[in-house]
């Protein structure tokens, strides 16, 4: 089926450092949206993509629309303490579903 | 203020006693759907509704039913909860079903 694989599932990081976090899929999509969760909150959209090899950016945020349309990755630069939580890959496909990934909670330390 | 609204947020029962979460938006949107959240399995889709008195399931929607007799509202009804519908659900709304979508702030569900 249409299964993402996101990884890593987690990440210890540094305040002030990079931090990068992929999805990939054996089936290929229109769309990619990137989600972010805080705790006891629902998710927001941080980035959505719709072309092959898009690149977008939001602040601290980087995201990309792989090229074969199977996967993308999110960066974040000089990470602070309020990045924390679960992000998700998400895609949308046959115009009625949203698949998720099973998300990478990210922890950073002051 | 734009919003998805779910009722309640934390709820305990027990196997078997009918409850319903309610689901309203206030965005005019026409797809609404929800999603429960479990761990390392991400959010996956119970059902969704493209728009009034049209609803389709999702991923996993065994033991729910949902209804779309509004736009703005989406209850989900679980008939005879059981354990295993321990969760967090969340609610979500689009414009249309291709855009990104709205999510509420989520419902946790402990069936006893």
């Known amino acids: 089926g249409q299964q993402l694989n996101q990884s890593p599932q987690s990440m210890f990081i540094q305040e002030g450092e990079d931090v990068s976090m992929n999805c990939t899929s054996s089936?290929?999509?229109?769309?990619w949206l990137w989600y972010k969760q805080d705790p006891g909150e629902g998710p927001v959209l941080l980035i959505a993509l719709y072309k092959a090899g898009e690149l977008t950016s939001n602040g601290r945020l980087t995201a990309q629309f792989g090229i074969t349309r199977k996967d993308s990755f999110l960066n974040i630069s000089a990470s602070i303490p309020s990045d924390v939580g679960i992000y998700f890959c998400a895609v949308t496909y046959n115009n009625n579903d949203m698949r998720f990934g099973a998300g990478t909670r990210l922890t950073v330390k002051p | 203020e734009a919003q998805v609204t779910q009722n309640p947020r934390y709820l305990i029962t027990v196997t078997g006693k009918k409850l319903t979460v309610t689901c309203s938006q206030n965005m005019n949107h026409e797809y609404m759907s929800w999603y429960r959240q479990d761990p390392g399995l991400g959010l996956r889709q119970i059902y969704y509704s493209m728009n009034v008195e049209v609803t389709d399931k999702g991923d996993v929607p065994e033991g729910y039913k949902v209804s779309r007799k509004e736009k703005r509202n989406f209850p989900l009804i679980l008939e005879s909860p059981s354990p295993n519908q321990t969760s967090l659900y969340f609610c979500?709304?689009?414009?249309?079903?291709?855009?990104?979508?709205?999510f509420g702030d989520g419902t946790r569900l402990s069936i006893l």
């Open positions: 089936s290929i999509f229109n769309t």
């Open positions: 979500a709304s689009s414009l249309f079903s291709s855009e990104p979508q709205h």
